[in-house]
């Protein structure tokens, strides 16, 4: 993963997103790391706190139809 220089708006506003990507019934997940400055994150007014959004945003989602090998698997990020 090649490092983000050093600048004070990286320092403030910078980070680093996670993500796992894996296949039920395997070992191994595939994991990749991406620099990140904005979150897109819906927060509808009145109807949750940034707290139950950020952990919705941050929800396992299950992708359909993936296959492996002809055939098709459950798997997740």
């Known amino acids: ?12 506003f910078g980070g680093i997103l996670r993500n796992e990507f894996h296949v039920d019934g395997s070992r191994t997940s595939n994991v990749t790391f991406e620099e990140a400055f904005v979150l897109n994150l819906p927060i509808p007014f009145d109807e949750c706190t940034i707290e139950d959004c950020m952990a919705a945003y941050f929800e396992k989602s299950f992708v359909e139809d993936y296959k492996v090998n002809g055939r098709v698997v459950n798997a997740h990020n």
């Open 1 to 12: 993963m090649a490092t983000m220089s050093k600048s004070i708006i990286k320092d403030i």
